[in-house]
């Protein structure tokens, strides 16, 4: 069975699309991966359609070689690798391969960058302090943020949060994360009042809006990720300087404040959906540098 070989390939694709669910984005750049791997081979080693048991350790690495030569970041290296990884592995279970090239394949370290957080007084301002038109958009902004505040949930997650995964006996949202795994998080009652009130007033102000998903545009139509982004950015402004001002900023921000007020680090990688605590430990990363600060400017001897 070859890397290009249809079967091979789409049967790869498939499992990602139906059994781990991927979204479309993801699964289409295990897809570039593993496309521009295959032209390498055809490339530089005249190996069109090679078998899987052609392919070497030895030219993957090179593979890897010439995409540091181009200045791929040590990110982008990383991702193909995992690529690679996840391509192997399907086919080393499916018996298709009876080991896998990369075991000696080694991924370059990442220097990892604290995540940026917008602080907490500024969050504040935003809510006590900044003036939200009084207009469907601004209603619709202001709600967007807060649910983004209060749960720290993804982009992906919060356009796709429909009317039915809102529990206002419990106080609960419930999210539809990655891979369709869902969690249960809980809310402020002030926050499922707010959300009580959009989804009466979407009835009462909009014509046929949709009733399916929470958040919807002027015209009753499901927002869109694009404006969602274009939302946050605008009204973050207004209150921090930080570099980044997006979504994913209000998550790192749920995260890092929940941290520094004390919350326990097994709960935030429930809240925010982490299949694995590595990946919320890099808040604690953040909580140990406000410490620091705290600590310079409040103790005599610092």
């Given at each position: ?88 592995k399907y086919h080393l279970r499916r ?59 993804r982009l992906s997650e919060l356009v796709?949060l429909r009317e039915s995964q809102v ?136």
């Amino acid at each position: 069975m070859a890397i290009s070989d249809h079967n091979a390939l789409e049967a790869f694709i498939a499992y990602l699309t139906f059994e781990k669910r991927y979204s479309r984005h993801t699964v289409l750049a295990y897809q570039d991966d593993l496309q521009e791997f295959t032209k390498f081979l055809a490339d530089q080693f005249e190996m069109v359609n090679p078998a899987l048991t052609e392919i070497s350790a030895s030219m993957i690495r090179s593979w890897l070689a010439a995409l540091k030569e181009e200045n791929k970041s040590a990110r982008t290296i990383n991702r193909k690798i995992s690529s690679l990884k996840s391509f192997f592995k399907y086919h080393l279970r499916r018996g298709n391969l009876e080991k896998t090239p990369m075991s000696s394949v080694t991924a370059p370290k990442i220097s990892k960058k604290l995540p940026q957080y917008v602080e907490q007084q500024d969050m504040n301002t935003l809510f006590s302090h900044v003036e939200f038109p009084d207009t469907w958009r601004g209603h619709t902004d202001r709600l967007l943020l807060s649910i983004f505040y209060n749960t720290g949930m993804r982009l992906s997650e919060l356009v796709n949060l429909r009317e039915s995964q809102v529990n206002a006996a419990g106080n609960t949202l419930k999210i539809l994360g990655k891979g369709n795994k869902e969690r249960l998080v809980p809310v402020s009652p002030e926050l499922i009042a707010s959300i009580q009130g959009y989804i009466s007033r979407k009835r009462s102000e909009l014509k046929t809006p949709d009733t399916t998903y929470l958040l919807v545009n002027e015209k009753g139509k499901k927002l869109a990720p694009r404006s969602v982004y274009q939302s946050v950015n605008n009204w973050l402004k207004t209150v921090t300087t930080i570099d980044k001002k997006s979504p994913h900023v209000l998550r790192h921000t749920f995260a890092t404040h929940l941290m520094n007020n004390g919350a326990d680090i097994n709960a935030v990688k429930e809240l925010l959906g982490h299949s694995s605590l590595a990946a919320t430990q890099i808040y604690t990363h953040n909580t140990i540098e406000k410490l620091k600060d705290v600590y310079k400017k409040a103790h005599p001897k610092a």
